[in-house]
């Protein structure tokens, strides 16, 4: 099995947006969706807080240059990454961060947004964003800023993979794949569906994985109707099992393909 090419997988990542904001005449994108982010830059930082306290942000020019505002004191966890061209703070401005200085904080952010657009877009104020707190998209229109939608600008993107990302997709799959077989030899009768569930876990942690999405695992007259997630209920003798993985991360491949060979 193949690893992808970290180095030119990232570039064609960036190249993919860079024709997607070109195609729309769009003079950037700004992200706030951890997920867009990763996409756009390969960095990672607290995914699964910042899915719902929006303190890092990511521009991509139509030319390519890219800006990422990090948590506070976090600029080292992207200096393995050449692509990012700056990496910045300030990108807070939800009420559990700012508080009552959260039109403040979006203010600033907004100016700052506004000057960056101007640099590198000239008097292309067409600007993509996917996700973002509401005081920061009022200030944003107030400066007279042309929003558009940025989720499908990244939808579009993301929908032609490179080979390496095809490779990717495969170690990705085998690692699951790896992770399933454990919770199938730990499938006894008198285990409970969390301990089931727990396994799949740690089996995505231990080859790099971050997180998963759900915890659909449901056993015996459980298993209908669909969509219940694990719980304390002791699995018993020739029972359905049934579950869907959901796993998160990306970056669990490259370790798993050189374990598979």
């Not at 007279?144 to 940025?150: A, L, P, R």
Request: aromatic share 8%; glycine share 6%; net charge negative.
């Amino acid at each position: 099995m193949t690893p992808p090419n970290l180095t030119r997988m990232r570039e064609y990542r960036l190249q993919r947006i860079v024709k997607e904001l070109q195609k729309r005449d769009l003079g950037g994108i700004l992200l706030f969706d951890p997920l867009n982010i990763r996409y756009a830059t390969d960095s990672t930082n607290m995914q699964v807080w910042v899915t719902h306290n929006h303190s890092r942000a990511c521009f991509v020019s139509a030319s390519g240059h890219l800006i990422l505002w990090d948590f506070h004191n976090c600029e080292h966890l992207s200096a393995h990454l050449p692509l990012i061209k700056e990496v910045r703070g300030g990108a807070s401005f939800f009420y559990f961060e700012t508080g009552d200085r959260t039109d403040e904080h979006a203010s600033r952010f907004a100016s700052e947004i506004q000057s960056i657009l101007r640099e590198h877009a000239g008097d292309n104020k067409r600007l993509a964003i996917d996700k973002i707190e509401i005081a920061g998209f009022n200030k944003i229109k107030q400066l007279g800023v042309d929003v558009f939608d940025g989720q499908e600008v990244m939808e579009f993107a993301r929908s032609i993979k490179n080979e390496d990302e095809i490779n990717a997709m495969r170690c990705s799959i085998a690692s699951t794949e790896v992770a399933m077989k454990c919770m199938q030899e730990a499938t006894v009768p008198g285990i409970t569906e969390n301990d089931i569930w727990s396994i799949l876990h740690a089996e995505n942690i231990r080859r790099g994985g971050e997180w998963i999405e759900c915890r659909i695992l449901s056993s015996g007259p459980r298993t209908n109707p669909w969509f219940q997630e694990s719980g304390p209920r002791i699995v018993k003798e020739g029972e359905l099992l049934a579950f869907d993985t959901d796993l998160i991360g990306l970056m669990e491949c490259v370790q798993t393909c050189l374990e598979l060979g």
